[in-house]
């Protein structure tokens, strides 16, 4: 079945970068657009990024010029590079499929970065 394995959190200081990975079985990222969400600690789920199939990308105002996403084909995973972390970007961050239009399929189990 679809499944969408992150890995990558982890606890850094306010300045810093991270990067994480999704790793996708049983269906080939390249087909898809893939979008990147988080939840931070009392705040709603939010868009963060997504990459579109032909490789087109598009980020929210609050991580726009800090954070790339990425899509490696050959490894069939997509990336997320943040870099200079700000403690508001403390939160879940989830590996999500497009199915369509503002909808989404598949999900991940999230992966925690926390920025001190």
Same mark, same amino acid.
């Given at each position: 079945?679809?499944?969408?394995?992150?890995?990558?959190?982890? $606890?850094?200081?306010?300045? @810093?970068?991270?990067?994480? /990975?999704?790793?996708?079985?049983?269906? *080939? #990222?390249?087909?898809?657009?893939?979008?990147?969400?988080?939840?931070?600690?009392?705040?709603?789920?939010?868009?963060?990024?997504?990459?579109?199939?032909?490789?087109?990308?598009?980020? $929210?105002?609050?991580?726009? @010029?800090?954070?790339?996403? /990425?899509?490696?084909?050959?490894?069939? *995973? #997509?990336?997320?590079?943040?870099?200079?972390?700000?403690?508001?970007?403390?939160?879940?961050?989830?590996?999500?499929?497009?199915?369509?239009?503002?909808?989404?399929?598949?999900?991940?189990?999230?992966?925690?970065?926390?920025?001190?």
């Amino acid at each position: 079945h679809v499944q969408l394995v992150e890995s990558g959190g982890g $606890s850094v200081q306010a300045g @810093g970068s991270v990067r994480l /990975s999704c790793a996708a079985t049983r269906y *080939t #990222v390249g087909r898809y657009c893939q979008a990147w969400f988080r939840q931070g600690p009392g705040k709603e789920r939010e868009w963060v990024a997504d990459v579109a199939r032909d490789g087109t990308t598009d980020y $929210s105002d609050s991580v726009k @010029g800090r954070f790339i996403i /990425s899509r490696d084909d050959a490894k069939n *995973t #997509v990336f997320l590079r943040l870099n200079s972390l700000e403690p508001e970007d403390t939160a879940a961050y989830y590996c999500v499929r497009s199915s369509g239009y503002w909808s989404f399929d598949y999900w991940g189990q999230g992966t925690q970065v926390t920025v001190s």
